[in-house]
């Protein structure tokens, strides 16, 4: 369902709604899937690889933001990544946390390189904040924040993997969290004097975000084959 577009969060959640679906039915294919109890670890160390470069990413744009002068969007960029990354911090623990309980130590998930999807999705966010503007990499956070897991749906996976709540720890934080967050960045984008390519950008790198997250998790779903 589209949303009012007169306003820069209006115009991004638009451009997000035009291609959510083929995330969504990925993620309907993974978690009803018939072997999801092998998968969700899967899933998990996915997740651990995209979540564990979200305050690197931040602080890179930080400072590439303080670097441009007289850029009044850059200064809110700055200003709106200094309060997140405390946000953000430490929920990769949280992950390596639930992996944990399923019995995968923090040494063999590190061992563990992150697949070239994850990297293709995380590396186009380094691209656009070095090579163009940081603002662009707010168009991949409210792809991450702006639709939180839902507490039904978390509660049928635990049941259907049959795994303790201890392992479902990081989706449960992000689904109480999540909201507030979301609604965080869309004030932020609509307190931007944006220019059409920036707009632009935001629209890509949104776009670009799910495409990339959709190839992680039909990756997942693929490993069922050889587990």
């Known amino acids: 369902m589209t949303v009012a577009a007169a306003t820069e969060s209006g115009l991004l959640r638009n451009k997000l709604e035009l291609v959510l679906p083929i995330l969504l039915a990925s993620g ?5 899937h018939p072997r999801i109890r092998e998968l969700y670890p899967e899933y998990l160390l996915m997740s651990h690889g995209v979540i564990r470069a979200s305050v690197p990413l931040m602080e890179r744009a930080r400072e590439r933001a303080r670097r441009l002068p007289n850029d009044s969007v850059a ?16 929920h990769d623990e949280w992950l390596l946390d639930d992996l944990a309980s399923l019995g995968m130590q923090r040494a063999e998930v590190l061992r563990r390189p992150p697949s070239a999807d994850v990297a293709a999705l995380v590396g186009a966010q380094y691209y656009w904040i070095e090579h163009y503007h940081p603002v662009a990499l ?7 924040e702006g639709y939180p897991p839902v507490a039904s749906e978390i509660e049928d996976l635990r049941q259907r993997t049959g795994y303790a709540p201890e392992a479902f720890r990081t989706l449960s934080l992000h689904g109480q969290l999540d909201p507030r967050h979301g609604e965080e960045i869309y004030a932020v984008l609509d307190s931007l004097p944006l220019t059409q390519p920036q707009r632009t950008v935001l629209g890509m790198s949104a776009i670009a975000s799910v495409q990339g997250m959709t190839a992680a998790v039909n990756e997942v779903i693929d490993m069922a084959s050889v587990l």
């Open 138 to 144: 707010l168009g991949y956070v409210a792809l991450l």
């Open 28 to 32: 309907r294919r993974l978690f009803g």
């Open 75 to 90: 200064a809110t960029v700055a200003d709106y990544f200094s309060t997140h990354i405390d946000e953000e911090r430490g």
